[in-house]
């Protein structure tokens, strides 16, 4: 078996060579394209390949029809948005990603994001504590599971949303339920997004919600840029100068926080989240572990697609 990791932005080095042992033990070929700069080099290094290994990497229809050997690719990390998967499931190829791989680093830069903004940047300037706020997570993943574990060693309040989740299934993390994420909304001062990114949920944090949050208010977004609605987003940062985002990674409307929203803002370069050398291995080995899995044994177990 042939297997390609495809990543556009690298693994850690000591990850990658974690990945080449599971497939030197399995007796798999394993090989690199890091860094790669153009869609023609992915398509190229796909034409005879049987299991694939992505990030954030663009798995779209053009991939999954260059790729005529393909019979797997394993997203290493959570969001699935990057791949197309009704062009997965035309082309015969089964995809899966890796939940909770990385979720403890994206936890942390929830935390690193805050504190850094809270005081001010380490530059000397005044700050404030997390101790005694409140912290609502809207979405009740792998993700917010650690940040409530943090959050309590901060002795925050925390809150959380999750039309999806049986409000039983949060409790039991000691933390309060909430019906409504207008609720949620309204009780904190920060609110930590960890929605997936899917049609129901693109755009679907906007002026309505953030509007309703008590003053100081945050937003931290380590999810994906796409679920707040922009044009709400600069809506409310017009009316409410104590209003405050901090993403992983810059939103599209950048400029526009460069140039009228100083100090309101903290906006990663690239996507920060799952850049740890712990997080890569954990994610990049249970990829590679379920490919040999499933060529092996069968074993669908983190099959995303129909
Ligand atoms: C995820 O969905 O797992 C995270 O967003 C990490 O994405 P990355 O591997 O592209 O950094």
């Not at 990057?82 to 082309?91: G, Q, R, S, Y």
Request: net charge neutral; proline share 3%.
């Amino acid at each position: 078996m042939k297997i390609l990791l495809a990543t556009e932005k690298s693994f850690a080095p000591v990850a990658v060579s974690s990945i080449g042992e599971v497939f030197d033990s399995a007796g798999f070929e394993f090989i690199l394209l890091e860094n790669y700069k153009s869609k023609e080099l992915l398509l190229d290094a796909v034409s005879d390949i049987d299991g694939l290994i992505v990030r954030s990497d663009l798995v779209t229809k053009e991939i999954l029809e260059a790729a005529k050997k393909l019979k797997i690719v394993v997203r290493a990390g959570a969001g699935y948005d990057n791949i197309d998967l009704e062009a997965c499931t035309a082309n015969k190829v089964i995809a899966m990603n890796t939940p909770g791989q990385n979720s403890n680093a994206v936890a942390e830069l929830v935390f690193a994001m805050l504190l850094h903004h809270i005081r001010g940047g380490f530059n000397g300037k005044m700050g404030t504590e997390l101790r005694g706020k409140s912290i609502g997570l809207h979405a009740f993943g792998n993700v917010s599971k650690l940040v409530v574990e943090i959050a309590k060693g901060f002795s925050m309040y925390v809150y959380a949303y999750d039309p999806f989740i049986p409000d039983t299934d949060i409790r039991k993390y000691g933390i309060k339920v909430l019906k409504r994420a207008e609720e949620m909304y309204r009780i904190c001062h920060f609110v930590s997004i960890h929605l997936p990114l899917n049609n129901a949920t693109r755009k679907s944090v906007g002026y309505d919600l953030l509007s309703k949050m008590p003053s100081p208010a945050i937003i931290v977004n380590t999810a994906r840029k796409e679920l707040i609605d922009e044009d709400g987003l600069i809506r409310i940062f017009e009316e409410r100068p104590d209003m405050v985002y901090l993403s992983d990674v810059e939103p599209e409307c950048s400029n526009i926080f460069k140039e009228k929203y100083k100090g309101r803002y903290l906006f990663t370069a690239k996507k920060m989240g799952a850049q740890t050398e712990e997080a890569n291995i954990n994610a990049g080995v249970a990829a590679a572990r379920q490919i040999v899995d499933y060529f092996i044994n069968g074993n669908e177990t983190f099959r995303i697609n129909k």
